[in-house]
């Protein structure tokens, strides 16, 4: 027959695994938790930034200091990103902190998602200009062929005007643009190449403030108040 003192020890020697599975299941409970709240600060602060960065990638854009539209689309891709990510705040803070950051959370989601389509918007205006302005480079070194000598050189001039203001959109160059359209009204030139160079100038009408209809649209979206109230909740939730 076992002796008490056998099972005793038994019971005993059974708890120690058991206590240590409990400390160590806490200890990784407390990491998780603490992990969490790092990578959900570490998304707030992004969030913050991300309006300032889309306007920064929206007026770089009109140089040829980025001569295609990826980062533009990657930043709100990460605007996205962070936005779905602070919709899970941290298990530390109370039930009602939470629902209530969550909550603010889908309000910065939802204006992120809408951000899409000012951003498509910009990105085809941006692409129609573009497209227009060395359409008008062609154009007028074609023309310059069939061209007397001082139509020849304004032509010339019109497509160094083109090309600077592709390479710089700003106000100064879309004045030397215009005049150098103007300087070719009263010039002879084949039919066909007036033409297209209206149809070139009418793009660019058209398109060339489409920077600045984008930026005073994400001004205009809400974004970054709705930030800026999730993140002043986080700071009240965590005092």
Do not use: C
């Amino acid at each position: 027959m076992r002796d008490k003192s056998d099972s005793s020890t038994l019971r005993k020697a059974l708890r120690i695994p058991l206590l240590a599975s409990l400390l160590w299941s806490t200890h990784v409970a407390a990491g998780n938790t603490g992990a969490h709240e790092t990578a959900y600060r570490e998304a707030l602060g992004r969030l913050q930034t991300a309006p300032a960065l889309l306007a920064e990638e929206v007026d770089r854009l009109r140089s040829v200091e980025v001569l295609h539209f990826d980062y533009l689309k990657y930043a709100h891709i990460e605007l996205l990103r962070d936005a779905k990510a602070v919709r899970y705040p941290p298990s530390s803070l109370e039930s009602s902190q939470r629902e209530s950051l969550t909550d603010l959370a889908d309000e910065v989601l939802r204006v992120s998602a809408e951000m899409e389509f000012t951003l498509s918007d910009f990105l085809r205006g941006q692409a129609a200009l573009n497209g227009a302005l060395s359409s008008t480079v062609d154009i007028a070194r074609s023309a310059s062929l069939h061209a007397d000598t001082e139509t020849e050189a304004r032509l010339v001039d019109l497509g160094r005007a083109a090309t600077r203001f592709r390479n710089v959109q700003n106000e100064e160059n879309r004045a030397a643009l215009d005049q150098a359209f103007a300087a070719l009204a009263e010039r002879p030139l084949e039919l066909q190449f007036r033409n297209e160079l209206a149809a070139q100038l009418a793009v660019i009408d058209s398109n060339s403030d489409v920077a600045e209809r984008a930026i005073t649209r994400m001004n205009a979206n809400g974004l970054e108040r709705a930030i800026g109230q999730l993140l002043d909740v986080y700071e009240r939730a965590r005092h």
